[in-house]
């Protein structure tokens, strides 16, 4: 791998954890991110692992929290069960729109959230960013969802 191969999957990997990087995530686009040791040359080297080859969410955290990877990207529904305080996030419609989430997530209350990540020595987790996945956390493949009342007589299946 040469150098500037590094430097691009060093950069995709940093851009792909922030909020505002993919607005929507299918399960087949997930990818995983393993920062290896520093490369004879110097330089650190990623091998990046895409289309969930080493598990889900909830089994890419469990590799992080013991070392076998070093970087996931993962949802706040696959955190929740490891850090309480996170699930507050889950809850559907808890914002107005997009620009409301994101003022949230990136004030003070996201910024105390995200320190619960890496603040919780049980997680063993560091919280770097936010993602961006939408402000409404309800979908359907039959009808848009745009307000509550758009939920009657629908099943909905929640987290938890």
Known sequence: MNRRTVIRLGALSALAACRGFVPFASAQSKQMFSASDVH?????????????????????????????????RVSVGALGPVIDELNVLNLPFLFRNTAHMQKVIDGPIGQELLGKVTGNPKARLVGICWMDAGARSVYDTKKPIKDIADLKGMKVRVMG
């Open 40 to 72: 004879p040359a110097g330089y650190p080297t990623v091998v990046a692992v895409a289309a969930m080859q080493l598990g889900g969410e909830k089994e890419a955290i469990e590799q992080a929290q013991v070392g076998a990877i070093q970087f996931a």
